[in-house]
Antibody, heavy 118, light 108 residues
Framework: EVQLVESGGGLVQPGGSLRLSCAAS????????MTWVRQAPGKGLEWVAN????????NYVDSVKGRFTISRDNAKNSLYLQMNSLRAEDTAVYYC???????????WGQGTMVTVSS | EIVLTQSPGTLSLSPGERATLSCRAS???????LAWYQQKPGQAPRLLIY???SRATGIPDRFSGSGSGTDFTLTISRLEPEDFAVYYC?????????FGGGTKVEIK
């Protein structure tokens, strides 16, 4: 079964750090771009970052540039999002998704909640 | 940066009716790299349409997408009870791969 499972969410104070993980199974992880999308409570979807198959190309939304880092470990079939200098406005459910690049995001995880609050 | 505006914000319809959702881009979306997603409460989004008009795997043919350039449409020909949800458009032809604000299709 093709599956993505996120972990690592939780409660963190403003200015703190958190590392999210996304474990992939059921497909050849190293063949695909991967992406992170977030959704603040009661709000719409916001694309956060993506990474190419080899980890050599990364793109970010302006609001997280310099604070978040996307990475991957193809040997472990895992995607990561290192989040530093967290702000209240980063509070959201974070989803990882398989990025077909020219055909949308076809597989999504169940999401992990990140709450930034003192 | 391309901004996507979806309308209406909420669509109140009855099962069996036709739903027409609009997505307008602030500038042309290259090569029709426009997707539509469905999201139900407490669930992850599901890809419905990519390339503006191609249905994703397993998506019923009552869902159809059309449009090009800056104007795109998602049509649900006859609403089934399970179709009441929020729908998002997304452009992925340039970075950032922005989503629209969403249209909620609710039961009238």
């Amino acid at each position: 079964e093709v599956q993505l499972v996120e972990s690592g969410g939780g409660l963190v104070q403003p200015g703190g750090s958190l590392r999210l993980s996304c474990a992939a199974s059921g497909f050849t992880f190293s063949s695909y771009w991967m992406t992170w999308v977030r959704q603040a409570p009661g709000k719409g979807l916001e694309w956060v970052a993506n990474i190419n198959q080899h980890g050599s190309e990364k793109n970010y939304v302006d609001s997280v540039k310099g604070r978040f880092t996307i990475s991957r470990d193809n040997a472990k079939n895992s995607l990561y999002l290192q989040m530093n200098s967290l702000r209240a406005e980063d509070t959201a459910v974070y989803y990882c998704a398989r990025d077909l690049y020219y055909d949308g995001f076809d597989i999504w995880g169940q999401g992990t909640m990140v709450t930034v609050s003192s | 940066e391309i901004v996507l505006t979806q309308s209406p914000g909420t669509l109140s319809l009855s099962p069996g009716e036709r739903a027409t959702l609009s997505c307008r881009a602030s500038q042309s979306v290259s090569s029709s790299y426009l997707a539509w997603y469905q999201q139900k409460p407490g669930q992850a989004p599901r890809l419905l349409i990519y390339g503006a008009s191609s249905r994703a795997t397993g998506i019923p043919d009552r869902f159809s997408g059309s449009g090009s350039g800056t104007d795109f449409t998602l049509t649900i020909s006859r609403l089934e009870p399970e179709d009441f949800a929020v729908y998002y458009c997304q452009q992925y032809g340039s970075s950032p791969r922005a989503f629209g604000g969403g249209t909620k299709v609710e039961i009238k």
